[in-house]
């Protein structure tokens, strides 16, 4: 475990040294400061708009800094030739892949806190009221969902020839999942055979990643999410990180690194 | 070798040129007929595409009115054909049909079960509390504001989002200035709307107890209509019946509130020629016209 653990600081501290994730919370800060600042028939309790509008920054920023970060994590040691030093050291393949991806989950992870925290203070500073467990369970289950995405890039990062590549393939598909993931199943019903067994099959097969956009429960005030549903989302998003660092770990151990 | 004079003097050069050049154009820019420098940002930006965002943004004022409950293109939308914080105004037609509550219809899979704990899933409206139905929160209301600010910045020809506004401004925000406002903005860009004439007279009429205001609106609300009204297309014609019948009951309503009765009838007979309930109506001019028998009558007093 020390080995994971000391692979995954490493990834942390390169998070923190990198300028992506205070270039977006201080681009985020700055429209929702001037959202905010926007005078709409001189009422200032108005906040659901300026909720979803922060929401949609702080889940486009945690997309790009979790992909972006965990799609160069494998090509850069291999560019740096760091790779092979790495692996010559007592750290099997397997446990440089948990390691790449527990850093990237906690740096993600990390990022969040920051990003819910300011989204907190920014809606109690107009709500006066601060619903800290429905924050816990939006922020649990958007880490969670990132968890997913981050475990899907390391897999890509190994399968596609560059980071870019993996990066956009990713966003076509996370984007794919988020807005028309839910609806697939209908659509299916639409087609013909057998686009339509293939549809039904993709539907099944795919992370639900929009079960853990809960947005709107939070923007619109409504009550908190039975807690054994939550815990059922959790278990849901664990078993499908485990399905793709399974096959990351396999595809790694066959893979040549020099 | 040229000195830093020189240069120096070629910059201060360039720079008057530049802002000669800039002040010599300037001027035949903005007479430029093909000028978009002159409209908004939007106007800008977006050029005749601002309508489609326009129309987006008014639908997602619905989509809080209902606390982000509402169906996407995949769903079943009968139920949602009109606006529905847009009919609770009662000034316009309600093309609404088929069950509202449920429109996600049962549960497909257990993917579709297991997701519908994590968004809204139950039909409520912000004038009525919302999600948590406590009545003394209507005034969420408010937060379909900024969404229908923004549609009618994006499209200042579309006359519903004035209506619309002014109304939640003064039935739950009890903001009468702002719908004041909202109103007279409308206005300016529709001169020739009726029905923005008709939340005007209502304001007139209900928020600031002026009859004689409210009068003067909505009668030049009923001339614009009759004069619009001939022109417009068999559906249109359909569609703007529901306003006229509105104008002349509520001038009804204000004669009978001044005691004027026969002329209270005669806009009550008005709205009846367009109304889809004409009974309704004419069992009002059957309760004037006995109230004004009664008026005309001697009073009768028992012999014992």
């Known amino acids: 475990m020390n080995n994971i653990f000391a692979v995954a600081g490493v990834v942390i501290k390169e998070l923190y040294r990198r300028k992506d994730f205070y270039v977006l919370f201080i681009v985020t800060i700055l429209i929702c400061l001037v959202m905010a600042s926007v005078n709409i028939f001189n009422d200032a309790k108005i906040v659901r708009y300026l909720k979803e509008i922060c929401l949609l920054l702080v889940w486009l920023s945690s997309l790009v800094i979790a992909i972006t970060t965990t799609a160069r994590q494998i090509p850069a040691e291999r560019e740096n030739r760091t790779l092979l030093p790495l692996l010559a050291k007592p750290l099997t393949r397997s446990q440089l892949i948990i390691g790449k991806f527990l850093g990237c989950w906690v740096a993600c992870g990390l990022t969040l806190l920051c990003f819910y925290l300011f989204f907190g203070a920014l809606s109690a500073s107009r709500e006066h009221q601060w619903p800290l467990l429905n924050y816990f369970q939006a922020a649990t289950l958007h880490w969670f969902m990132l968890g997913i995405i981050v475990a899907m890039t390391l897999l890509g990062s190994l399968v596609f020839a560059a980071p870019s590549s993996n990066s956009t393939i990713l966003f076509v598909i996370i984007g794919g999942i988020l807005f028309v993931g839910r609806h697939l199943d209908q659509v299916a019903l639409t087609l013909r055979e057998p686009v339509r067994t293939i549809v039904y099959s993709i539907y099944f097969a795919i992370p639900h990643l929009e079960l853990f956009d809960v947005r709107d429960l939070i923007i619109h005030n409504w009550p908190l999410i039975p807690w054994l549903y939550f815990s059922l989302a959790l278990l849901y998003a664990v078993g499908y990180l485990a399905v793709f660092l399974t096959g990351a770990c396999l595809v790694f151990r066959r893979k040549t690194v020099n | ?304």
């Open chain 2, 1 to 304: 070798m040229n000195s830093p004079r020189t240069f120096f003097l070629l910059l201060v050069a360039l720079l008057v040129s530049c802002f000669g050049l800039a002040a010599h154009l300037e001027p035949q820019f903005q007479a430029w007929p093909g000028s978009r420098a002159k409209g908004d940002i939007f106007n800008v930006v977006l050029g005749d595409s601002r309508r489609l965002f326009a129309n987006q943004f008014y639908v997602k004022a619905d989509e809080y009115y209902h606390s982000g409950y509402y169906p996407t293109m995949f769903d079943d939308n009968a139920a949602f054909q009109t606006t529905h914080m847009a009919a609770d105004t009662g000034a316009v037609n309600d093309k609404n049909h088929g069950d509202e509550h449920g429109f996600l219809g049962p549960t497909r899979n257990w993917i579709d079960a297991f997701g519908r704990h994590f968004f809204p899933d139950r039909h409520t409206h912000l004038d009525a509390g919302g999600p948590d139905d406590d009545l003394s929160g209507s005034d969420n209301v408010r937060e379909i504001l900024p969404w229908l600010k923004l549609s009618a910045d994006l499209d200042p020809d579309n006359v519903q989002t004035y209506t619309v506004t002014a109304y939640w401004l003064r039935e739950r925000m009890n903001n009468a200035a702002e719908a004041d406002a909202v109103l007279h903005e409308g206005l300016r860009n529709c001169p020739d709307s009726y029905d923005i004439l008709f939340e005007l007279g209502r304001l007139y009429y209900e928020s600031y107890h002026d009859p004689n205001r409210a009068r003067n609106v909505w009668e030049l609300g009923v001339r614009k209509w009759q004069k619009i009204y001939p022109t417009l297309d068999p559906e249109a014609q359909k569609d703007n019946r529901l306003i006229m019948e509105q104008l002349a009951t509520h001038l009804a309503k204000l004669e009978e509130d001044a005691g004027n009765l026969p002329r209270a009838v005669e806009w009550f007979q008005a709205a009846q020629k367009v109304s889809l309930t004409p009974t309704l109506i004419q069992d009002q001019i059957n309760r004037l016209k006995f109230k004004l028998g009664q008026e005309l009558n001697p009073v009768l007093k028992p012999l014992y």
